[in-house]
């Protein structure tokens, strides 16, 4: 399998070692393969885990203890994987307590993605289950109360900063978030920084460039919720009139903010704002 000079290369690194090649005792070899099948299980395990969001994995781990919780609490066996009656209480479960079709669905699928990623099996794909889950949403309907951010809704929201806000640097701050977040039609998350999410992740000052005639912003969204990959995605924002411009708010805030690198929307001090800040 090797070449003759390879095997010279081998002798010379190994000058002590037998020239006559002997037998490999089968235990050796059996040990190896099985640390070398250890060792690949787990680091595909862990690449698989790696796929998923840290938002998506922290549901599927409030999912997962809830499931826990409800065998604990009925005496159930706490063994993986679990079976189609076990995961029929729990749907009931989750109904009787008032959970939302879409919280229970998330739960159900968070079972679904430990079961095939460590067990090489889905108990969730049955028909009982669907039904159930099905059941649930017709029985338990429920509706977003909140109201999507309208631009008269802004309007008023924006001279309110000036009255909630501390400062005359938070209210710009949150001026210029506000608008270009309605502008933009951005997410919380591409902009805002969530527990676990790097700062990498959100929108920053050197993504932010305007047009020569300062009536545009031209900006880079880094990460979405459909760039996971972080590919980068560029929008162009115009200029409005009245008090909701992102424009001039963007250019009445960059003015005052700190030089900074990094996070665009950060408080004076340099720290980031959050989801929870923005909310």
């Excluded at 003759?4 to 037998?18: C, N, P, T, W």
């Excluded at 307590?97 to 099996?121: D, E, G, Q």
């Amino acid at each position: 399998a090797i070449s003759r000079k390879q095997r010279e290369y081998f002798r010379r690194l190994a000058s002590h070692a037998d020239k006559v090649i002997g037998a490999i005792p089968v235990t050796v070899i059996a040990d190896k393969t099985d640390r070398l099948l250890a060792a690949s299980a787990s680091v595909n395990t862990h690449t698989l885990a790696a796929s998923a969001s840290v938002n998506t994995h922290n549901t599927y781990r409030t999912g997962i203890q809830a499931f826990e919780n409800l065998k604990k609490s009925q005496g159930l066996t706490l063994s993986w994987p679990h079976t189609d009656v076990h995961l029929n209480m729990f749907i009931a479960h989750l109904s009787l307590k008032y959970f939302k079709h879409s919280t229970a669905k998330s739960y159900i699928s968070a079972i679904s993605y430990y079961c095939k990623l460590y067990h090489n099996s889905d108990p969730t794909k049955t028909f009982i289950v669907h039904k159930l889950l099905q059941c649930m949403k017709r029985s338990n309907p429920s509706t977003d109360s909140r109201l999507p951010i309208t631009l008269d809704i802004l309007n008023i929201l924006l001279p309110k900063l000036q009255i909630i806000c501390l400062t005359t640097y938070e209210a710009a701050l949150f001026k210029a978030a506000f608008t270009l977040a309605f502008s933009a039609l951005l997410r919380i998350g591409e902009f805002a920084l969530s527990k676990g999410t790097s700062l990498q992740r959100v929108i920053h000052v050197g993504d932010i460039t305007f047009s020569c005639d300062g009536e545009l912003i031209k900006l880079c969204i880094r990460h979405s919720k459909t760039d996971q990959q972080g590919y980068g995605t560029s929008v162009a924002v115009h200029a409005t009139s009245g008090i909701a411009c992102p424009v001039a708010a963007m250019r009445n805030f960059l003015q005052i903010r700190p030089k900074f690198s990094g996070p665009l929307f950060c408080h004076f001090s340099g720290e980031p704002i959050t989801r929870y800040k923005f909310s």
